[in-house]
């Protein structure tokens, strides 16, 4: 069984804050907002955005290998959702949230 470090604490606590900021501003501040926040890609993307974070937290947690796989993908969702919610704009801790997940997760898949 892998051992938790505190590397894989702080990817664990980014992916939980990423997950919880993508489903929250999905919900409430996408759909209250309307127009180009609420584009079918857009919304698919940060809600896919969310479960790949959770995916990656749980397999770390799991403490197994693989997480490197997950964490792999789970960096390129999170940089995607983060170039689709600097586009559409007024989204900027979503943003810097998945940023700094999709970096994280980088280093944990290296």
């Known amino acids: 069984m892998l051992q938790m470090n505190d590397d894989m604490r702080r990817c664990v606590a980014i992916c ?6 993508c489903l929250s501003e999905a919900s409430r501040h996408c759909l209250e907002a309307g127009g180009r926040h609420v584009e079918p890609a857009h919304l698919r993307l940060m809600l896919a955005c969310a479960e790949m974070c959770q995916t990656s937290a749980r397999f770390m947690l799991l403490g197994v290998d693989l997480h490197r796989h997950t964490c792999g993908v789970c960096a390129d969702v999170c940089e995607a959702c983060a170039v689709k919610c600097a586009e559409v704009g007024d989204m ?7 940023r700094r ?10």
């Open 92 to 98: 900027d801790h979503c943003v810097e949230v998945c």
């Open 16 to 21: 939980t804050e990423c997950h919880q900021t």
């Open 101 to 110: 997940c999709a970096e994280h997760c980088r280093s944990m898949a290296a």
